[in-house]
């Protein structure tokens, strides 16, 4: 499938500087302030992989297979999303940082920049835990502002770098990075499409749109917009596959956002998970035993994954498959913490702490 057949067709909508109803709001108007934000957007993309993973690696094998196949795609989107946010910092002459200790949140914790309306955690496969995930990738309202900071919906958060984009675009060129650094389409995921190279305002507008689009929905719709990007048949938006779940109904392609899925039941069993004990830490296992290595090797493997992102996205551009192998990796490392019991019939599970 070519990559233009997959980023044609209307996005989410994209604010326009100088809108007689676009409501007043902190804006960014300095370059400085623009790659600080972008590097965020990167953070925010990456906050999202550990809770989802977390979820996902809790469901018992050959259980919940189509709950596991949603959650699966939505972790490789994110990690699209990340790449696309790393391609706009890039071509504006910023310089992604991703392996370093602040990167990787301590979970619970709240979406970067929010408005701190509600914590993430790691959380096993659950209703809590969807809604949790609904609440990250619920739609902006219709008129609600672009937000660079305190956002309470991440589209919010992607238009106020629309608007910095545009306003600062107006007073000269503002994409001196070297295209040299881009990650190209036929570099992720096998060539499949989403992955936008960004060297002009044109060209960023179109990631953001790709990922709030796939995030939120298009045009106040339930979809996607790019159909069979990871295999799948039918795509909708993170926020309506993750409500297909928690209502245990499927949507129909007429259903609406307000209306609610109104198709045939949607498959889950809440009780088919591993008890783990959620927001677990490195900490509790003694250093030294072999339920500590057994944390601390995850936890290698993960910021080792990071840290070939971070090559991947500085020039290196031929490691992203390694990075790619290397999450499939981290499933067998989380399926033996998964194993190891803790007392009061609780289990360990991987922990996403920063680790060298």
């Not at 071509?91 to 914790?109: C, D, L, N, Q, R």
């Not at 790619?324 to 399926?335: F, I, N, P, T, W």
């Not at 033996?336 to 007392?343: A, E, K």
Request: aromatic residues 10%.
């Amino acid at each position: 499938m070519e990559t233009n057949q997959l980023i044609s067709g209307v996005r989410h909508r994209l604010i326009r500087s100088g809108e007689p109803t676009l409501t007043e709001f902190n804006k960014i108007t300095t370059i400085e302030g623009l790659r600080s934000h972008l590097q965020v957007a990167i953070e925010l993309e990456h906050s999202t992989i550990p809770p989802y993973l977390f979820a996902l690696y809790s469901i018992r094998e050959n259980t919940n297979d189509t709950s596991a196949r949603a959650i699966k795609g939505v972790v490789m989107e994110e990690m699209l999303h990340m790449i696309l946010a790393c391609n706009i910092l890039n071509a504006v002459g910023g310089t992604p940082a991703i392996s370093h200790k602040e990167f990787i949140p301590e979970y619970p914790t709240y979406l970067p920049h929010s408005n701190k309306a509600f914590e993430v955690n790691l959380q096993k496969f659950s209703k809590p835990a969807i809604e949790t995930f609904l609440k990250i990738e619920k739609p902006a309202g219709k008129d609600a502002p672009p937000q660079p900071d305190r956002y309470a919906s991440i589209g919010q958060f992607y238009e106020a770098i629309v608007d910095g984009l545009k306003r600062l675009g107006a007073k000269g060129n503002i994409f001196t990075g070297k295209r040299s650094r881009q990650i190209r389409p036929e570099q992720f995921y096998g060539g499949g499409g989403g992955l936008i190279e960004v060297y002009d305002l044109a060209t960023a507008e179109e990631a953001i749109s790709e990922i709030v689009g796939q995030g939120e929905g298009i045009d106040g719709t339930i979809e996607d917009n790019n159909h069979q990007l990871f295999g799948e048949e039918l795509e909708y938006a993170h926020y309506f596959r993750f409500n297909e779940i928690h209502e245990e109904r499927y949507y129909k392609p007429t259903d609406t956002p307000k209306g609610g899925p109104t198709g045939d039941k949607f498959p889950v069993d809440w009780n088919q998970v591993h008890n783990i004990k959620e927001n677990i830490k490195m900490k509790d296992f003694k250093k030294g035993t072999e339920e500590w290595d057994m944390m601390y090797r995850f936890n290698k493997c993960y910021c080792d994954m990071l840290r070939v992102i971070h090559q991947t996205v500085n020039g290196e551009r031929e490691k992203l498959e390694q990075a790619v192998m290397m999450m499939y990796q981290l499933k067998y490392l989380a399926q033996g913490l998964m194993n190891v019991p803790m007392g009061n019939g609780l289990y360990a599970a991987p922990s996403f702490e920063y680790v060298v």
